[in-house]
């Protein structure tokens, strides 16, 4: 068994991507098993997504966007917690839908990602935040 | 090793907070570790969520009910599983986008939760339920 | 521990249950402990859902297929990852919406699902493919 965290700094909502810092520390367990992670935030999310095309993660955070826009749209009048600004409620409400944690098996040290699968921190605030992610391995 | 069973009264949609039953089971073991929820419905979810200011929970709720509707609205009319009535397929189409598992790891017997993060049972259901969350905690 | 692969193949979009496939294996590990799976591809999803009514499985996939529409729509016309055609980044826009990955524990070989909890493989693409489900028990 092994934790750590990691440390992801955003300038903004969108998707970074931090997948080799997970597969580096996952390389240096060298074993089979299971890996977690969780993000200790309710504002922002963590995705397995393509990391082939960036218009894929740009789509995303797109959508996702105008799924739930900031409370400064008429739509979204009805909400009532808005004290740090038209983005704080939407990031809530995106972090309940979006995983909080993940789990990936891990075989010989290596995840068992799929070809184009890369793991992001979805950032869901406009001002910049350093973003914490636990990470738990079990052999 | 642990694995325990958690029973939650739900009387109406909406957030119910049940970190702290969890945080007591999880001190008992005083271990480093993994937790993890699973509830055993497929019409309510589990959420992390800031447990500060209880208008998120109220806000989460009417943006979930907006997002999707009961049958009664004329938007879901193409909705054809509505024999337990216009809350029934609406909770099953919540349980699938919300979380049905989370995991948490577990630092000397203290989930290692953000400063304001809690733990919900998301219920969807207009009737009263009392439902299930399976844990397990490995060490 | 024990680590294996599942393969489904799907012909179009809808839900795929695998429940059994699973109970299998995990039956032949005949002990408590945790399952987890997690599926290798950034345009399908798992979901754990009733399998009782197969109406709620066609109504599922109907909802997201309105909450999504294929970028054919007017609607979708801001996006830009078009490549392999109008199903293309929707499926992606899915696969962030709906779990990648699920955990459930296990108790005497049987998980512990609830009587109506079955767990699919929710295909977001047209096209027929043969999808990778990773899984991974610790006792």
Redesign the interface.
Known sequence: ?A?TRFQISTSGPGLYEFTSVVADWVAARSL???L?L?V???SCSL????NA?P??Q???Q???H???PPTSDPSMS????T?EGPDD?PA??K???????????V?SGRM???T??GIYL?EHRNAPHSR?V???F??
């Open positions: 068994m934790q089979d098993g299971l977690t969780f200790q935030h309710t995705v397995v997504q393509e095309d218009e894929v740009d789509d995303l797109a959508f996702y105008r799924l739930v009805y909400l009532r917690h004290y409620m809530h409400i972090a309940a839908m979006l995983p909080v944690s993940l789990s990936i098996p075989q068992v990602l799929g184009w699968q979805f914490r636990a990470a738990h079990s052999a």
